[in-house]
C-alpha cells in the first residue's frame, strides 16, 4: 500500500481532472442543454441529435465514471469499495438513460426540473459525492466494531 499522501495527492489529481471535465464542456461534448438551462425562461426546445447526444452522454458518463472509481481506490484503497461503486454507476446509467431519452422524448411533459436532475446525476460526478461520504462512515463503523 502506497503512502497516504501520495494516495490522497493521487486522489486530488483525479478531482482536477473532473474539473477539468466540466470547465471544457462545451468543447468536449455535444450537449444541446447546456446553453438551454443557461437561458431565462428556456423558451424554446433545443434542436437536437439523439444519437449525437446519447453517444456524448455515455463517453462523458464514462468518463466521469472512471474518474470516479479511481478516486475511491486511491482514497479507501479497497477493491470491494472499487467494484461496488463499479455496480452502482452501471445500475445509475442503466437506470437513468432511459428516463432521460423519455423526458426528451416527450419535451419536458414531467417538468423542466424532473429532466435538470436527471441529466445532473448522468453528466456530473454525483455519485461520487454520494460513494465517498458512505465509504468513510463504512470505515468509521467497521473501526467501532474491531474496537469492541
Known sequence: ????????????????????VRKFEDT????PFI????LVGHSKFPDLDMAQLNASLM?????NTLLTVLIVWFIFWK???????IIIMIIGLIVLLPIYN???????SSGEMVF??????LIQPMFLLILIPCFYYQEIQHKKAVEN
Not at 59 to 63: A, K, M, S, V
Request: glycine residues 4%; proline residues 2%; without cysteine.
Open 102 to 108: 423519455y423526458l426528451i422524448s416527450t419535451q419536458f
Open 28 to 31: 468536449l461534448f455535444y450537449d
Open 59 to 63: 463517453f462523458r458518463y464514462l468518463i
Open 1 to 20: 500500500m502506497p503512502n497516504k499522501y501520495l494516495r490522497y495527492g493521487i486522489a486530488a489529481l483525479l478531482v482536477f481532472g473532473l474539473v477539468l
Open 35 to 38: 446553453q438551454y438551462f443557461h
Open 116 to 121: 435538470f436532475y436527471v441529466r445532473r446525476f
Open 79 to 85: 477493491k470491494n469499495y472499487v467494484k461496488f461503486s
